[in-house]
């Protein structure tokens, strides 16, 4: 069992136990945590984004160098 799921389960087995001022505070918390979570995608410039975005596609169309022939090209 992963880690994450180890912890769903612990704290479905506490929350039944709870009364309705400690649920309102458990409650509390959990939506400051999801609040403040941000996605690093949205924290670069639009810029970067097209340059991954361009990469990937690029990635997915096969054109690849491999890490060998970056290598043998800059190892001199």
């Given at each position: ?5 180890s ?6 087995q ?8 400690q649920?309102?505070t458990v409650l ?6 999801m609040?403040?979570?941000t996605?690093w995608?949205?924290?670069?410039g639009?810029e ?5 975005d361009k990469?990937l ?17 800059y190892?001199?």
């Open positions: 069992m992963s880690a994450a799921k912890l769903d389960k612990e704290i479905e506490y929350l039944p136990r709870l009364n309705v001022k649920k309102k509390t918390v959990v939506k400051t945590f609040e403040e979570q996605d995608w949205d924290e670069i639009e970067q984004q097209k340059a991954i990469s596609t690029e990635m997915k169309a096969g054109k690849l160098t491999s890490h060998e022939e970056v290598m043998k090209k190892k001199k």
